[in-house]
């Protein structure tokens, strides 16, 4: 079946950076358009960036010239490059693809931003 397995969070300062990443397993991983979510406590689920299989990529607002999105077919991984983090961009990400009919989701890792 399909899995997606994020890595990379963890607790950094402002102004730092963090690269997240998250594997495929049991999806022919190249002909779709992976993306990132991400969660705030108390908030709801928000979109974050998006990668197409021709690697086109769009971003929120709030995080774009900030964030930045690539994908590697060979590892059937995407990730997700995160500069210049602030306090606001603390939540738990989440990894999605759309396949089958329906929306797979990773199990979340963990961003916090904080002094």
């Known amino acids: 079946q399909v899995q997606l397995v994020e890595s990379g969070g963890g607790l950094v300062q402002p102004g730092g950076s963090l690269r997240l990443s998250c594997a495929a397993s049991g999806i022919d991983f190249a002909i779709y358009g992976p993306g990132w979510y991400r969660q705030a406590p108390g908030k709801e689920r928000e979109f974050v960036a998006r990668?197409?299989?021709?690697?086109?990529?769009n971003y929120a607002a709030s995080v774009k010239g900030r964030f930045t999105i690539s994908r590697d077919n060979a590892k059937n991984t995407v990730y997700l490059q995160m500069d210049s983090l602030k306090p606001e961009d603390t939540a738990v990400y989440y990894c999605?693809?759309?396949?089958?009919?329906?929306?797979?989701w990773g199990q979340g890792t963990q961003v916090t931003v904080s002094s």
């Open positions: 999605t693809m759309s396949a089958y009919g329906r929306a797979y």
């Open positions: 990668i197409s299989s021709a690697g086109t990529t």
